[in-house]
């Protein structure tokens, strides 16, 4: 069993940062993808941020050139810095995880273990 807890978000005002953490149980990241998502009202879950256990990593245009994704294995720890925030960022965060599966991106695929997400809310 996977366990993850976020913590990090907050409220900003346009053009600032936060950064996210994701504490994981166990020591996986080498067989796992790893993953931020995010939803705002009224619309689905969207991947932002996705690394695997080499440290490539994949990123959502709407994010891309703004948002870091990044994992410390000796603190079991994910994190999504984000730069230059934007009012359309606001939404709850979420940390994912999934087996890595051959053939699979981590950018595609189900994640089988979720956090209980982190409000991001951004003014303009």
């Known amino acids: 069993q996977v366990e993850l807890v976020e913590s990090g978000g907050g409220s900003v005002q346009a053009g600032g940062s936060l950064r996210l953490s994701c504490a994981a149980s166990g020591d996986f990241y080498s067989r796992y993808c790893m993953a931020w998502f995010r939803q705002a009202p009224g619309n689905g879950r969207e991947g932002v941020a996705y690394?695997?256990?080499?440290?490539?990593?994949t990123y959502a245009d709407s994010v891309k050139g703004r948002f870091t994704i990044s994992q410390d294995n000796a603190k079991n720890t994910l994190y999504l810095q984000m730069n230059s925030l934007k009012p359309e960022d606001t939404a709850m965060h979420y940390c994912?995880?999934?087996?890595?599966?051959?053939?699979?991106?981590?950018?595609?695929?189900?994640?089988?273990?979720w956090g209980q997400g982190t409000q991001v809310t951004v003014s303009s």
């Open positions: 690394i695997r256990g080499d440290g490539s990593t």
């Open positions: 994912a995880a999934r087996p890595v599966r051959r053939g699979v991106n981590c950018a595609a695929g189900v994640y089988d273990f």
